[in-house]
């Protein structure tokens, strides 16, 4: 079974800064998705990506196969990226298998 | 827009109270899923099902079971609640062809 771990576990940045959270895997996978909570709330897909980058807004994601790595990055922080970000792995048609999560609080 | 829709936002039920958790997807996914999420726990795959009538048990199956009888309809049952079976559940769907992933709202369940 693939293991997925995420760092940092927590993470607080002011507002403006560059964020960058890191997912590693242990066995190739179809694809990686990046997950976003907001306290209380649901889960929402950012990315689903299977190589290179993806480019949402403010959110950048990357992922390198050989290295079984994936970056989530966040240019110019706000307070309203405060939320749990969550990697998780799936091959071929199997579940999905998720990081614990990276809890991000940015302070204005 | 994809959609999942779980029918109860939050739900008090009583010890030993038999408990439907209703899922339905608008996307014609055949794969559907059920999660319950603990706080230090993260996301723990209960059971999912990758077309009608088929079930398979995830990592925590005891103490639940499931039905798939529609393709866009996903049950979660608590044959006999209890209390350490307070959490959060979600459901998602997921295409089999693009991999794409959506997870309902969630239901806050408290066991009494």
């Known amino acids: 079974k693939n293991e997925v771990e995420q760092s940092p576990q927590n993470l607080t940045a002011q507002e403006g800064e560059f964020i960058t959270i890191n997912c590693s895997y242990s066995?190739?996978?179809?694809?990686l998705h990046w997950l976003q909570q907001h306290p209380g709330g649901g889960i929402v897909s950012l990315f689903m990506l299977s190589s290179g980058k993806k480019k949402h807004g403010r959110l950048i994601a990357t992922i390198n196969i050989q290295e079984k790595h994936s970056s989530l990055h966040i240019t110019a922080s706000h307070p309203r990226d405060s939320a749990v970000y969550i990697c998780?792995?799936?091959?071929?048609?199997?579940?999905?298998?998720f990081g614990k999560g990276t809890r991000l609080s940015v302070i204005a | 827009d994809v959609k999942v829709t779980q029918s109860s936002r939050y739900l008090v039920k009583r010890t030993g109270e038999k408990v439907f958790l209703e899922c339905v997807q608008d996307?014609?996914?055949?794969?559907m899923f059920w999660y319950r999420q603990d706080p230090g726990l993260g996301l723990r795959l209960i059971y999912f099902s990758y077309d009608v009538k088929m079930k398979e048990k995830g990592d925590i199956p005891e103490g639940y079971s499931v039905s798939r009888e529609k393709k866009e309809r996903f049950s979660l049952i608590l044959e006999s609640a209890s209390t350490n079976q307070t959490s959060m559940y979600l459901c998602a769907s997921e295409s089999s062809s693009n991999y794409g992933y959506t997870f309902g709202s969630g239901t806050r369940l408290t066991v009494v």
């Open positions: 996307m014609d996914h055949e794969n």
């Open positions: 998780a792995v799936g091959v071929g048609n199997t579940p999905l298998v």
């Open positions: 066995v190739g996978i179809s694809a």
